[in-house]
């Protein structure tokens, strides 16, 4: 079994800032990538930006020079600072992990349930 379990969401004022961190737990062998997404009301989930092993790193164009990736591979946690914060970035934010697990090292793609951001006045 692996595991995900974010946090750091919650509530911030326009041009604010959150650090969302996300660990994985379990019987992981090796981690390849780990990103986030979020999901806004009514709209479909979407890429927020990810990280490979290497630690090449991947955004969407609107969070480029505001949000910023990063990643402990010994403790198997990627985080996602994110400043200057829109209210149309209020969504619930999403960490996944593709890699591998268990004794055969079998495929593994996992999400955490999300964590709420909220941004308001």
């Known amino acids: 079994q692996v595991q995900l379990v974010e946090s750091g969401g919650g509530l911030v004022q326009p041009g604010g800032s959150l650090r969302l961190s996300c660990a994985a737990s379990?019987?992981?062998?090796?981690?390849?990538?780990m990103g986030w997404y979020r999901q806004a009301p009514g709209k479909e989930r979407e890429l927020v930006a990810t990280?490979?092993?290497?630690?090449?790193?991947n955004y969407v164009a609107s969070v480029k020079g505001r949000f910023t990736i990063s990643r402990d591979n010994a403790k198997n946690t990627v985080y996602l600072q994110m400043n200057s914060l829109k209210p149309e970035e209020t969504a619930v934010y999403f960490c996944?992990?593709?890699?591998?697990?268990?004794?055969?090292?079998?495929?593994?793609?996992?999400w955490g349930r999300g964590t709420q951001v909220t941004v308001s006045s």
């Open positions: 996944y992990v593709v890699g591998l697990y268990g004794i055969e090292r079998s495929p593994l793609t996992r």
């Open positions: 379990g019987s992981i062998r090796s981690i390849n990538v």
């Open positions: 990280i490979t092993s290497a630690g090449s790193t």
